[in-house]
Each structure stands twice: as structure tokens, then as C-alpha cells.
């Protein structure tokens, strides 16, 4: 069975702080791996995936996040970050068999002014 | 290009009472997903749709749930006898049904929040 752990419920920062936001995950097959963002009162907006290609993922707002095999790991990181990137984060892996996806239980980040 | 839709986003009901909620995915899409979250936790999978088949219903919740898509559109979620335990967000995600990478990204809609009273 797939499972993913954020281990951080709660990532208070500054503004223009740098950021990570840590994800693990466990799959016996194939793995493809997303951050979903969820801001208050909203559903779920797909932030990065890794399918397969480059291990290093970006969005297009300068959200990155690294796959990394020997450590089960897929983290977010931001250079710097905004008020407006107050959110609820949720890292998910993908069951290819049931297309479902099994997501961690989310961090809340919370920027500071 | 419209996202996932979903109606209503907001539902109070009584105890015992029965409830359903719409999802219309993105129109190209033909694999339609539902999933619940309850509060502080991440979504969690239910069923979901090739066209109009279901092809994953074991992680329904209890036979007080079910689901249908009947012409391969839209797609209902009902709740009959509601408990206070069913009260949370239900999410409907829509993907490409075609193979290749593309199918795998799921996207999700506003949800519909139900309260239980």
C-alpha cells in the first residue's frame, strides 16, 4: 500500500524567508508524485508533479520540489515567499492501478508580515 | 476553458435525512474522481469513473454511499440517512482518460461542504 507523511502540520515563516515544506512517501511500483496547494474555502489546485523526466520540478511561481528515490522524499521549496502564499499544502502519490491518489494529511504554512 | 464544477458548495441537512451533490468535470475529461476531507486531514479516495463505469467503489464508505455517472458527464455522489460522522468537504477531480502521463493529473473542483446537524 502507498502512503505519504508530511511531517510538519504547521510551517510558520517571514515574509522572503526561504522555505521547505517536507514530504515522504512509501510505493512498491512506479511513482508519481504532485503537491496540490488548498487555499481557505477552496478546492485543491495542482501546484508540481513529478511524472518522470527531470528529478527537479518547478511551478510558475517558483515553487520547486526534488524527487528523490534513495530517500523516499519529494520536498517543497521557495527561495522566498509571500503573504499570499498562506495555504494548506498536500503532497500526493499517485495508485496507478486505482488511479486514485493517497495524499499526507498537509501543511499549513503560514507567512508572516 | 471551465474547471470542475460542483453543486452545491454548501450543504446543512439533518441527521437521517438523504443528500446528493453534482460534479461536472472538464468537458474532455472522461475519468471523474470523488474523494472526502475532513477537517485538518488530506482528501481521501472513494470511487471513480471511466465514462460511465465505475471502476473503484470498494473504498466507499458504507453502503450509505453510492455514486453513479449515467451518460458519462456528469456524475452524482448520494448520502442516505446522514450521520453527524458524515459531515466534511467531498471533492469531485476530473483527468484525461487516454493514456500517457497526461492522465494521471487529476483536477479538482471547489468541493461541497456538508454539515450534519
Known amino acids: 500500500a502507498q502512503s505519504v507523511t508530511q511531517l510538519d502540520s504547521q510551517v510558520p515563516v517571514f515574509e522572503e524567508a526561504p522555505v521547505e515544506l517536507r514530504c515522504n512517501y512509501s510505493?512498491?511500483?512506479?511513482?508519481?508524485l504532485f503537491w496540490y496547494v488548498q487555499y481557505p474555502n477552496q478546492g485543491l489546485q495542482l501546484l508540481l508533479k513529478?511524472?518522470?523526466?527531470?528529478?527537479l520540478v518547478e511551478s510558475i511561481n517558483g515553487f520547486e520540489a526534488e524527487f528523490n528515490k534513495s530517500q523516499t522524499s519529494f520536498h517543497l521549496r521557495k527561495p522566498s515567499v509571500h503573504i499570499s502564499d498562506t495555504a494548506e499544502y498536500f503532497c500526493?502519490?499517485?495508485?496507478?492501478?486505482?488511479?486514485?491518489?493517497?495524499f499526507g494529511s498537509g501543511t499549513r504554512l503560514q507567512v508572516q508580515p | 476553458d471551465t474547471g470542475v464544477s460542483q453543486d452545491p458548495r454548501h450543504k446543512i441537512t439533518k441527521r437521517g435525512q438523504n443528500v446528493t451533490f453534482r460534479c461536472d468535470p472538464i468537458?474532455?475529461?472522461?475519468?471523474l474522481y470523488w474523494y472526502r476531507q475532513t477537517l485538518g486531514q488530506g482528501p481521501e479516495f472513494l470511487t471513480y469513473?471511466?465514462?460511465?463505469?465505475?471502476?473503484?467503489k470498494s473504498r466507499l464508505l458504507s453502503d450509505r454511499f453510492s455514486a453513479e455517472r449515467p451518460k458519462g458527464s456528469f456524475s452524482t455522489l448520494e448520502i442516505q440517512r446522514t450521520e453527524q460522522g458524515d459531515s466534511a468537504m467531498y471533492l469531485c477531480?476530473?483527468?484525461?482518460?487516454?493514456?500517457?502521463?497526461?492522465?494521471?493529473?487529476?483536477?479538482f473542483g471547489p468541493g461541497t461542504r456538508l454539515t450534519v446537524t
Open positions: 477531480a476530473s483527468s484525461l482518460g487516454a493514456g500517457g502521463l497526461g492522465s494521471y493529473e487529476q483536477y
Open positions: 510505493s512498491s511500483v512506479s511513482v508519481y
Open positions: 513529478y511524472l518522470s523526466g527531470s528529478t
Open positions: 500526493a502519490v499517485l495508485d496507478t492501478g486505482r488511479r486514485a491518489l493517497t
Open positions: 468537458s474532455e475529461h472522461n475519468r
Open positions: 469513473f471511466q465514462n460511465e463505469a465505475q471502476l473503484e
